[in-house]
């Protein structure tokens, strides 16, 4: 689950820096406008974090004991699907609207991913584990320097290529980390419930 919040939240951290110069490059906006448009992804990180507490906790309800696992997986291989063509468009009036579900899509596994990781540690070790959380999670700091190397390898490796060129694409193919981070989330399937069961007799 850690992992998996890793790998994914390179995406999350990469756009939280370069959205706004991906507007200006890409789209040609000013600052102003720019920052407004990146309000867009915003507004759906807002509903997403929202949403993908209540789906998890909804079909748990049920008797879906990997409820957040699923919710986690698929929530962020939507994500790639819907942001890759929304970062690939050039298109004003298909990139807002996707982006906007993307941005739901790209929160939608937080809450689920937090809480699954709480679940499996036992409250005497939950200090140390959300200490150990914390620390392998830094490398998903790295996503914004990421997107910088590869944008500069683009520009660089393909002739007349802008800046803007390379960040529109650089952007497009870091994407898929949040997918791979999905399919990590699959892996915690088989072990998570058990991991839940093994805590209570602890």
């Keep these: 689950g850690t992992l998996s919040l890793t790998v994914s939240q390179l995406l999350l951290y990469g756009l939280s820096f370069w959205g706004v110069e991906y507007f200006e490059r890409v789209h040609h906006l000013g600052p102003a406008l720019a920052g407004l448009l990146s309000t867009v992804l915003g507004a759906g990180s807002a509903i997403g974090v929202l949403a993908g507490g209540f789906l998890s906790d909804r079909l748990l309800r049920r008797g879906h004991v990997n409820a957040r696992v699923y919710v986690v997986a698929y929530g962020s291989i939507g994500a790639t699907l819907i942001l890759a063509p929304a970062f690939a468009s050039t298109n004003l009036l298909i990139s807002a609207p996707l982006i906007f579900l993307g941005g739901i899509m790209l929160t939608l596994p937080i809450a689920p991913a937090e809480a ?65 981070g999905g399919l990590i989330m699959l892996a915690a399937l088989r072990h998570y419930p058990q991991d839940i069961d093994r805590k209570s007799v602890v």
Aim: with cysteine; net charge positive; charged share 10%.
């Design 116 to 180: 699954l990781c709480t679940d499996v540690v036992p409250p005497q070790l939950r200090g140390r584990g959300a200490m150990v959380r914390q620390v392998v999670r830094t490398a998903s700091y790295a996503g914004p320097y990421l997107i910088g190397v590869v944008s500069v390898g683009i520009t660089s490796h393909s002739a007349g290529a802008s800046s803007a060129v390379g960040l529109h694409w650089a952007i497009v193919a870091v994407c898929p980390l949040y997918a791979l």
